[in-house]
Nanobody
Framework: QVQLVESGGGLVQAGGSLRLSCAAS????????MGWYRQGPGSQRELVAR???????LYADSVKGRFTISRDGAKNTVYLQMNSLKPEDTAVYYC????????????WGQGTQVTVSS
């Protein structure tokens, strides 16, 4: 089992910045993927960014150049630095963890609200 605890959401004006954190605990495989999805009002959940423990990252086109995902392996924590925020970034952001070994189990955080005012 893996538990994920998120923090860092809130209300910010357009053009501002926020930093989300997600700490994983439990049975953490050395090979894993951690990242963030988001779900806006009336929208489907979409991938924002992900980081594989071997070093690769992936971003949604809508956040490239504005968001940066990073991780602290020693703390089993992943961060999402969000700059130049736009009202369309308003959503609940969910952290996730996927084990890199079978059965490739997925775990989810409880979600943190990010609201960007215009």
């Amino acid at each position: 089992q893996v538990q994920l605890v998120e923090s860092g959401g809130g209300l910010v004006q357009a053009g501002g910045s926020l930093r989300l954190s997600c700490a994983a605990s439990g049975i953490i495989t050395s090979l894993n993927t951690m990242g963030w999805y988001r779900q806006g009002p009336g929208s489907q959940r979409e991938l924002v960014a992900r980081s594989v423990s071997v070093g690769t990252t992936l971003y949604a086109d809508s956040v490239k150049g504005r968001f940066t995902i990073s991780r602290d392996g020693a703390k089993n924590t992943v961060y999402l630095q969000m700059n130049s925020l736009k009202p369309e970034d308003t959503a609940v952001y969910y952290c996730y963890f996927t084990s890199g070994v079978r059965p490739f189990q997925n775990y989810w955080g409880q979600g943190t609200q990010v609201t960007v005012s215009s």
